[in-house]
Nanobody, 114 residues
Framework: VQLVESGGGLVQPGGSLRLSCATSGFTFRYYEMRWFREAPGKERELVAAISSVGGSTNYANSVKGRFTISRDNAKNTVSLQMNNLNPEDTAVYYC????????WGRGTQVTVSS
């Protein structure tokens, strides 16, 4: 099983990034997919989730209206479009698969700074 995040980096406040998570080794379409983030000194928090069936989404209040989660079941990928970023969004972002088992990626660093 592999979950590999990409797309992180340094961005100025107000900017955008698109994170992607490429997966393999499990039946992607059966799994709810989630993005978490962990900032220094803070607990890991759930940012966004997308269901396995129907693609319903949920977001943390702090990112509603700015972040969009999406999935491509044909490509076994999940993405997180992040707009209007602010310094409080700085964190390591992880994708996670939740289903018959749970899997995690290793994370990608997002830094929002001028």
């Amino acid at each position: 099983v592999q979950l590999v995040e990409s797309g992180g980096g340094l961005v100025q406040p107000g900017g955008s990034l698109r994170l992607s998570c490429a997966t393999s080794g499990f039946t992607f379409r059966y799994y709810e997919m989630r993005w978490f983030r962990e900032a220094p000194g803070k607990e890991r928090e759930l940012v966004a989730a997308i269901s396995s069936v129907g693609g319903s989404t949920n977001y943390a209040n702090s990112v509603k209206g700015r972040f969009t989660i999406s999935r491509d079941n044909a490509k076994n990928t999940v993405s997180l479009q992040m707009n209007n970023l602010n310094p409080e969004d700085t964190a390591v972002y992880y994708c996670s698969a939740v289903g018959p088992n749970s899997y995690w990626g290793r994370g990608t660093q997002v830094t929002v700074s001028s």
